[in-house]
């Protein structure tokens, strides 16, 4: 049996961890090239990377700050220096930050929707030119937080827009034959969740109580749905929000 993403080019932002990380990895093991986009961490991509050609995949590490608009051409075009053309490109790169009501400034919003919204709008703007004739695969990672998560309202805000923009986009992008889902995944053990001190709180005691499954989510719970949809498996799927969460009690 062949590799559900044999010949194609995936860009995947934010990989040098986390959901990100192991999207891209994924890939590879599907027969994709992978551009591991990584804004601060060059180790960290680079790492990836280097899990990726052990294995006998094609990866290359390109920084851009998915935030900046000139960051954002610069890494389609050395994508296509590298790999010739782009096939698929994941939104994962995000920022996340909670804060009350009393606590929100211009810049604590505008931080989060540059990234989480803004960025994701131009980058897909660049995979829709990038695509060609032959179509394309765009996958947003959102979330499950785009509503009910106290001292989240900025942040869900951006992730209610993601899903908002996958819908839309899927309707106008579909006659070129460009397919535009979203994954959104539920709490997830990342390095940036056990930083936070997240993965040993009370809050994850509380959403694994009204989780049927019981638990917190893995970021190899994640990336197997991005390759679906990235694959012919799901051809005649788009517009979707797939919720990764381990279920949700009424």
Same mark, same amino acid.
């Given at each position: 049996?062949?590799?559900?993403?044999?010949?194609?080019?995936? #860009?995947?932002?934010?990989?040098?961890?986390?959901?990100?990380?192991?999207?891209?990895?994924?890939?590879?093991?599907?027969?994709?090239?992978?551009?591991?986009?990584?804004?601060?961490?060059?180790? @960290?991509?680079?790492?990836?990377?280097?899990?990726?050609?052990?294995? +006998?995949?094609? %990866?290359? %590490?390109?920084? %851009?700050?998915?935030?900046?608009? =000139? $960051?954002?051409?610069?890494?389609? !075009?050395?994508?296509?220096?590298?790999?010739?053309?782009?096939?698929?490109?994941?939104?994962?790169?995000?920022?996340?930050?909670? !804060?009350?009501?009393?606590?929100?400034?211009?810049?604590?919003?505008?931080?989060?929707?540059?990234?989480?919204?803004?960025?994701?709008?131009?980058?897909?703007?660049? =995979?829709?030119?990038?695509?060609?004739?032959?179509? &394309?695969?765009? #996958?947003?990672?959102?979330?499950?937080?785009?509503? &009910?998560?106290?001292?989240?309202?900025?942040?869900? %805000? *951006?992730?209610?827009?993601?899903? !908002?923009?996958?819908?839309?986009?899927?309707?106008?992008?579909?006659?070129?034959?460009?397919?535009?889902?979203?994954?959104?995944?539920?709490?997830?053990? *990342?390095? @940036?969740?056990?930083?936070?001190?997240?993965?040993?709180?009370?809050?994850?005691?509380?959403?694994?109580? *009204?989780?049927?499954?019981?638990?917190?989510?893995?970021? $190899? $719970?994640?990336?197997?749905? =991005?390759?679906?949809? !990235?694959?012919? $498996?799901?051809?005649?799927? *788009? +517009?979707?929000?797939?919720? #990764?969460? @381990? @279920?949700?009690?009424?």
């Amino acid at each position: 049996m062949g590799k559900k993403l044999e010949g194609k080019v995936a #860009i995947v932002t934010g990989a040098s961890k986390g959901i990100g990380a192991s999207i891209a990895r994924h890939f590879a093991k599907e027969g994709a090239k992978v551009v591991v986009n990584y804004a601060t961490s060059k180790e @960290g991509a680079e790492k990836v990377v280097k899990e990726i050609e052990k294995e +006998g995949g094609k %990866a290359v %590490a390109v920084q %851009a700050d998915m935030s900046k608009p =000139a $960051d954002i051409k610069r890494l389609f !075009a050395e994508s296509k220096k590298a790999f010739k053309t782009v096939d698929i490109l994941v939104n994962n790169a995000g920022v996340y930050h909670f !804060a009350s009501l009393e606590e929100v400034t211009p810049e604590h919003f505008h931080e989060m929707f540059n990234l989480n919204v803004l960025g994701l709008i131009l980058a897909s703007q660049e =995979a829709a030119k990038e695509f060609g004739e032959h179509g &394309g695969n765009i #996958i947003n990672v959102s979330s499950v937080a785009t509503v &009910g998560i106290v001292h989240a309202g900025v942040y869900s %805000a *951006t992730k209610a827009a993601v899903d !908002a923009i996958t819908h839309t986009l899927s309707q106008e992008l579909g006659p070129k034959k460009i397919r535009v889902n979203s994954i959104n995944p539920g709490m997830i053990e *990342t390095e @940036g969740t056990v930083s936070g001190g997240f993965t040993n709180s009370d809050f994850r005691r509380e959403i694994e109580k *009204t989780t049927p499954l019981g638990r917190i989510g893995q970021v $190899d $719970d994640v990336a197997p749905v =991005a390759v679906f949809l !990235a694959s012919d $498996d799901a051809k005649w799927v *788009t +517009g979707e929000t797939i919720f #990764i969460s @381990g @279920g949700k009690k009424n």
